[in-house]
């Protein structure tokens, strides 16, 4: 079965300062991945996917992440961190078929210092 | 466009009270529809998810049953709350085949 591993429970950074959020996966084929962030009491707004092709991609907001299937790693980056940016992120593997079901790893909490 | 809807937003309910949450999607047909759990400090929780009507399969066992008596409906249930029932529960779809998933606003639910 997929699982995925979020290691940072809580991130601070200062504002302007680069951001990198940490996501492993565990999965017996190429996954698919995904970034989601969720500002308190709201649901979860997608920040990008990878599905297949270039290894770097780009989401919303300024953030990027990159696939490295050599150390199943999908972690997330933002060169500079604007306070907004203070929420949860979620890190999230998914698999066709058998209800194309999303799992997602424990989250980080990213607070921004101004 | 799509778009989903779920409420209530926020629910206070007393120990062996019964639920229902509902959640709707407009915009597109034969989705997938998903019940996420998310706990302080535990991450979102699958519930159930429905590939058509009348199709629920549960992932863990539990309090709560799910029903999907429309395309385009899913509702959270219980007979009777527990206090561990007590969480931030998500509503979300997909379309066959793909496994981005678009989420609700939540329901923020507190057994007393």
């Known amino acids: 079965a997929q699982s995925v591993t979020q290691p940072d429970i809580h991130i601070t950074v200062s504002e302007g300062a680069s951001l990198e959020l940490r996501c492993n996966y565990s999965?017996?084929?190429?996954?698919?991945l995904f970034w989601y962030v969720q500002s308190p009491g709201q649901g979860l707004q997608l920040l990008l996917k990878?599905?297949?092709?270039?290894?770097l991609v780009q989401g919303i907001k300024g953030f990027e992440a990159e696939f490295k299937r050599s150390q199943s790693s999908f972690n997330l980056r933002k060169p500079s961190v604007h306070w907004s940016d203070a929420a949860e992120y979620f890190c999230?593997?998914?698999?066709?078929?058998?209800?194309?079901?999303?799992?997602f790893g424990t989250g980080t909490q990213l607070k921004v210092e101004l | 466009s799509q778009t989903i809807h779920q409420w209530p937003a926020t629910l206070v309910q007393p120990v062996g009270s019964p639920l229902s949450l509902e959640c709707t999607v407009e915009g597109t047909s034969n989705p997938n529809l998903y019940w996420y759990r998310q706990a302080a400090g535990r991450g979102l929780q699958l519930l159930f998810y429905s590939v058509g009507i009348g199709q629920i399969s549960s992932e863990v066992p539990q309090n709560l049953s799910a029903s999907r008596p429309q395309d385009r409906q899913f509702i959270l249930s219980s007979k009777k709350l527990l206090l561990s029932d007590s969480g931030f529960y998500l509503c979300?779809?997909?379309?066959?085949?793909?496994?981005?998933?678009?989420f609700g606003q939540g329901t923020r639910l507190t057994v007393v």
């Open positions: 990878y599905f297949s092709g270039d290894t």
């Open positions: 999230a593997v998914g698999i066709t078929g058998g209800g194309n079901k999303l799992t």
């Open positions: 979300a779809w997909n379309l066959v085949g793909n496994t981005e998933a678009f």
């Open positions: 999965y017996g084929a190429t996954p698919y």
